[in-house]
């Protein structure tokens, strides 16, 4: 049965923040008996990144504890919060690590770990919605619950799961940063989810913006283009149209703008113009 209400106050204590002392707790583990968190949604880890948090730890040392887990029987730990630093204090040659060690199981090891990456360090899109994706079906969370957890809103967690809908060329196209979430969002609006391929090739050889996709998506599922609304024009230029017309007898149209206009005069005959020159001269 799935466990209700959301990590509050434990997720404090598990994962402390920087004003908080960190002596109380602590334990030093050698970092050879830490093995990562298998419940882990990060699947790839910045190396630039990795070799700049280790130059600090070089200086600095590990200012922020690993939270570590243990089970009966097995003398190893296993990581609940802070891989980057645990990974960071091998490339640094540290053989011990500041942490401390609670007892959790499955279910808040992988809510841990996704606070952390959310709160911390953020996951790509794909990898928030498998880690999601774990929480409904392995322990069979609803969006609302699962929400609650991460904090966010329904719709986001409900948005975020469909790009697993996307095709696995579309999938690494994401992964790989040649698209955005935006793009993938529109191509998960084609109707029919086999042209997504062939839409991305489209997509990418003419570098389209995320509005244009939007667009080519629109056209490829044979939906009209929206029709422009013409702009309803200011009432005084009216009022000034029908003030002419009156004076002048015959149709006139103002163009009116920030920096001047255009005033055109329609006449239908050599009379008219006749007669609209000699009241405009007249008047002159």
Do not use: W
């Given at each position: 049965m799935a466990r209700k209400g959301g990590l509050g106050k434990g997720l404090g204590a598990l994962i402390p923040g920087d004003e908080e002392p960190l002596e109380n707790g602590l334990t030093q583990v050698a970092v050879e008996r830490i093995s990562p968190n298998p419940s882990q949604p990060r699947t790839e880890f910045d190396s630039a990144e990795l070799e700049s948090l280790a130059e600090s730890i070089r200086v600095h040392g590990v200012l922020q504890p690993l939270v570590l887990t243990s089970y009966p029987g097995n003398e190893n730990y296993t990581l609940i919060a802070g891989e980057r630093r645990w990974r960071a204090a091998q490339m640094a040659g540290l053989s011990?690590?500041?942490?401390?060690?609670?007892?959790?199981?499955e279910q808040e090891r992988l809510e841990i770990a996704l606070v952390e990456n959310i709160q911390r360090t953020n996951l790509g899109p794909l990898e928030l919605a498998e880690a999601y994706h774990r929480l409904q079906d392995?322990?069979?969370?609803?969006?609302?619950?699962?929400?609650?957890?991460?904090?966010?809103?329904?719709?986001?967690?409900?948005?975020?799961?469909?790009?697993?809908?996307?095709?696995?060329?579309?999938?690494?196209?994401?992964?790989?940063?040649?698209?955005?979430?935006?793009?993938?969002?529109?191509?998960?609006?084609l109707n029919h989810p086999q042209a997504?391929?062939?839409?991305?090739?489209?997509?990418?050889?003419?570098?389209?913006?995320?509005?244009?996709?939007?667009?080519?998506?629109?056209?490829?599922?044979?939906?009209?283009?929206?029709?422009?609304?013409?702009?309803?024009?200011?009432?005084?230029?009216?009022?000034?149209?029908?003030?002419?017309?009156?004076?002048?007898?015959?149709?006139?149209?103002?163009?009116?703008?920030?920096?001047?206009?255009?005033?055109?005069?329609y006449y239908f005959s050599d009379e008219e113009l006749e007669a609209l020159m000699s009241r405009i001269v007249k008047e002159g």
């Open positions: 011990f690590v500041p942490a401390i060690i609670r007892p959790v199981g392995e322990f069979g969370l609803p969006h609302e619950d699962i929400a609650a957890r991460m904090g966010k809103s329904r719709p986001t967690i409900t948005n975020t799961l469909r790009l697993l809908d996307l095709s696995d060329e579309v999938k690494q196209a994401l992964r790989d940063g040649k698209i955005s979430e935006g793009h993938a969002r529109a191509l998960l609006g997504q391929p062939s839409t991305l090739e489209t997509v990418l050889k003419l570098e389209m913006s995320v509005r244009r996709t939007e667009e080519l998506v629109r056209m490829l599922n044979g939906e009209r283009p929206p029709r422009r609304v013409k702009a309803e024009r200011p009432a005084e230029i009216s009022a000034i149209e029908d003030r002419l017309r009156g004076y002048l007898g015959t149709r006139v149209a103002l163009h009116h703008g920030k920096k001047g206009g255009s005033l055109t005069i």
